[in-house]
């Protein structure tokens, strides 16, 4: 149509171009179009026309003038879309609307086009040198956006950028970390899906195969993809591809179904209502372009007259294909003709579908957005009156310079472009429902907006159903998520999305859902049996709640007891010979010495404290000593009094009980100044150790200074030593009052005891440690108590006529007989 100004328009109403082979010997024959016609495409350029119609008819916008327009058929086909472009650029062919009919109106203000991608950018290198600009409604390629290779290019749809980071995140939205992916072999298909396993990879999602394929290819191609998908263990299919290309593809499988696949679509093919009849296809999801309303465009649609149709061969081979007859009776037999009661519409097609009117908004944007730029080119605003000059000659750079700065609302829905000359992206997310009826719809169940911060861009406001209707998302993962305790390890040569669940070593655990690494307790924790989470670690000593607290605390406090006993009967038989013969004052002291190391044994049973660990060692210590003092002391009376014996001896009054207090007393003070030096200046403490055990914390007294310990030990040994000399020297002195016979099994019992205690405490872990340390005091004191004083309470019990001064004599004569 002729108008003032010219819109150009080229979209791909048919879906091949006849291909002719060259003899370079005649002329070629002029590109044409051949195959069926797309309905879709054909809605988008009678959607154009109307929004032309509307502004030429508008008293607003372009008031005064006339918008004309010349649209093309690219075939869908990169041949034909060049050979467009230099006719839309030049200005000079006939519009195919118009039938017989030329404009002649000149060079194009701008162009509206094309659908595909692949045209686009080739139309674009044509149109940038001459600054024409192009508008595309339908082309999503994100290199678009380079204005160093497209200046003049613009688009009413989001790039696919956009596009591929909604999916990824979608993807990853509902666990699918393991996919498939199919793309058309195209500058939208290649471009689109590059963008999207960039995204994809960001988001941890590993990709099964990637299979590229295009309509014009060999079958054999397509089977090959088609084959691939029945294959894949993917569950998930995400599909960038055109839809004339995905329809060649799912036309494949229809022949051979592969197993469930849960599809994810670009916005191609995702809302074309045309693919809906592939049933296998329920339950896909896709993001699609806002679905709009444009009033007025469903009459404008219906209303193709006899007239209009006959003025147009597009439209009229559309007729004749949409009800299989013929306006114009040919030589066809079998071809009936239309008879005039074909109703438009009873038509069930794409064309006159407005229900889903998505892509066809972005066309009628498109012209509105051209219209603004000429508007802002030509009229001016006088006295709040427009007045536009129909007669102003504008260049398409004007117009170019004046499209970058629209910014108007149309039916609701904003336009405007950046910087790169695209608009901001807004998708619905759609989801293929099957109806009570059983066909399948296109249902809206979200949105994504690149305009709103991070975290609020995606959301979802309603139920999906999945892949064969199913409510319950699908899993498609290469291995299952490994539990809380096990750590990913990767397959070799796999995927980082293959991985083997190892369960954490020990020690170490892993608390969340794939974990790559387990990580160490703190010392002072374990972790549970499961390897998720660390509990602390049992914390063990001797106490008095086990069998083996119970029984050595037993033995400890009837040993005391036993010694507290012996002392009562000392104490009443004390005016008895046996008891008078034997320094009853240091067989007292000794009694209250045993009670004491019995006692000081359950300092050592119970949880260490810092006081118990000080009071444990230097009690047993000290008492001990004064226990080997008083022996030792009960030895040297035994030798003195012998020698005493002899004619002229005086040694008794050199020791007599005061000396022999003084060498109980200078002994014992001796350890006590040892304790004292040992605990002023690294005095024992109590500590958790967690290296004897892995699993359990024991808690001991450290011995602070390892010296002061053994040199406690030492000095009682060295008594023992001492007192176990003297004694074997005294065994054989005569007389029945002689003790050095029980004293010398007594130190030998003593000495064997604390020698093998040397070994035993040092290999002996844990608790044990402590056990045995209370064994060697328990065994030794009974030692002493049963070797000393067992005999004598036997006699003074059980055979008191031999506790007589004649009895003890009577051996002495009978000795020396």
Not at 399 to 419: A, E, H, I, P, W
Not at 640 to 667: C, I
Request: aromatic fraction near 10%.
């Amino acid at each position: 149509m002729d108008g003032d100004y010219i819109i150009g328009g080229v979209f791909s109403i048919h879906y091949n171009m006849h291909t002719v082979k060259h003899n370079y010997t005649t002329m070629p024959e002029p590109l044409r179009c051949t195959g069926s016609i797309n309905t879709r495409e054909l809605r988008f350029s009678r959607a154009m026309i109307f929004a032309i119609e509307e502004i030429n008819n508008s008293t607003e916008l372009l008031p005064g003038i006339k918008i004309g327009y010349q649209i093309y058929d690219s075939c869908a086909s990169v041949p034909v879309a060049v050979h467009v472009a230099f006719q839309l650029s030049n200005g000079l062919d006939p519009v195919i609307y118009t039938g017989d009919n030329c404009s002649q109106s000149g060079i194009v203000m701008a162009v509206v086009g094309e659908s595909g991608s692949t045209p686009s950018i080739s139309i674009s290198r044509i149109f940038g040198p001459f600054n024409i600009p192009q508008v595309s409604h339908f082309a999503t390629c994100a290199c678009l956006s380079d204005k160093q290779q497209y200046p003049s290019f613009f688009r009413t749809i989001p790039s696919d950028q956009f596009q591929a980071d909604a999916l990824a995140k979608l993807v990853k939205h509902f666990g699918w970390t393991w996919i498939g992916a199919v793309r058309s072999d195209s500058d939208y298909g290649n471009n689109g899906m590059a963008s999207f396993l960039d995204a994809a990879r960001k988001e941890g999602i590993c990709v099964e195969y990637s299979e590229s394929f295009y309509r014009t290819q060999p079958r054999s191609r397509i089977q090959r993809v088609a084959d691939v998908i029945r294959r894949s263990t993917a569950m998930v299919v995400v599909a960038f591809a055109a839809f004339g290309d995905l329809r060649l593809l799912l036309e494949e499988l229809l022949l051979e179904p592969s197993p469930p696949r849960q599809w994810i679509g670009s916005e191609d093919w995702v809302t074309d209502t045309e693919l809906l009849k592939f049933s296998f296809c329920a339950g896909a999801i896709g993001f699609g372009i806002e679905r709009s309303v444009i009033p007025g465009l469903r009459d404008f649609l219906l209303d193709l007259s006899p007239s209009k149709v006959a003025a147009s061969p597009v439209l009229t081979e559309f007729r004749e294909d949409a009800f299989n007859c013929r306006l114009v009776k040919s030589a066809a037999k079998d071809e009936r003709l239309c008879d005039g009661t074909e109703d438009i519409k009873t038509l069930q097609s794409p064309y006159t579908d407005t229900s889903q009117l998505r892509i066809t908004n972005m066309v009628y944007k498109a012209v509105y957005a051209i219209a603004h730029a000429i508007h802002k080119a030509v009229c001016q605003e006088r006295n709040s009156t427009t007045q536009c000059d129909k007669f102003t000659r504008i260049e398409a750079k004007e117009v170019l310079s004046q499209l970058k700065k629209v910014n108007f609302s149309r039916n609701g829905y904003d336009v405007s472009f950046d910087t790169n000359g695209d608009p901001v992206a807004r998708y619905e997310l759609v989801n293929w429902q099957k109806s009570e009826s059983g066909s399948i719809e296109l249902v809206t169940v979200g949105h994504y907006d690149a305009s709103l911060p991070v975290g609020q861009k995606f959301r979802i406001n309603r139920n999906l159903t999945w892949v064969d209707g199913g409510t319950q998302v699908p899993v498609s993962v290469c291995t299952d998520s490994c539990p809380p305790g096990t750590r990913k390890v990767l397959q070799k040569g796999k995927p980082i999305c293959c991985y083997d669940c190892i369960p954490c070593p020990e020690g170490e655990i892993s608390n969340a859902t794939d974990s790559p690494n387990c990580f160490p307790c703190l010392k002072e924790l374990w972790p549970n049996a499961e390897r998720d989470t660390c509990l602390p670690k049992p914390v063990e000593f001797l106490s008095y709640n086990e069998v083996l607290g119970i029984i050595l605390a037993t033995f400890s406090v009837g040993g005391a007891c036993l010694a507290i006993i012996t002392a009562a009967v000392f104490y009443r038989h004390r005016t008895s010979p046996i008891v008078r013969a034997n320094n009853s004052e240091l067989s007292f002291l000794l009694l209250f010495s045993l009670t004491l190391c019995f006692l000081c044994s359950l300092t050592f049973i119970g949880a260490p404290s810092e006081w118990s660990c000080m009071l444990r060692h230097t009690a047993f210590g000290i008492t001990f000593v004064l226990c080997m003092s008083c022996v030792l002391g009960k030895t040297i009376v035994v030798l003195m009094a012998f020698k005493a014996t002899l004619p002229g001896s005086n040694v008794m009054k050199w020791f007599g009980p005061p000396q022999q207090r003084m060498t109980v007393v200078s002994f014992t003070f001796i350890q006590v100044l040892i304790c004292t030096i040992w605990l002023g200046l690294s005095p024992p403490f109590p500590v958790k150790n967690l290296t004897i055990y892995k699993k359990r914390i024991i808690l001991e007294c450290a011995l602070g200074s390892a010296i002061g310990f053994w040199a406690v030990l030492g000095y009682i040994g060295l008594l023992a030593v001492f007192c176990f000399v003297l004694a074997v020297l005294a065994r054989k002195l005569p007389d029945n009052f002689n003790e050095a016979k029980l004293i010398t099994f007594s130190m030998l019992i003593f000495c064997a005891v604390w020698i093998t205690f040397i070994p035993a405490y040092l290999s002996s872990p844990g608790k044990f440690t402590v056990a045995v340390e209370i064994f060697a005091i328990l065994a030794s004191s009974f030692g002493l108590i049963l070797c000393i004083f067992a005999p004598k309470c036997f006699i003074i019990l059980l055979k008191p006529e031999k506790n007589t001064k004649k009895h003890l004599m009577n051996k002495n004569q009978s000795q020396d007989i």
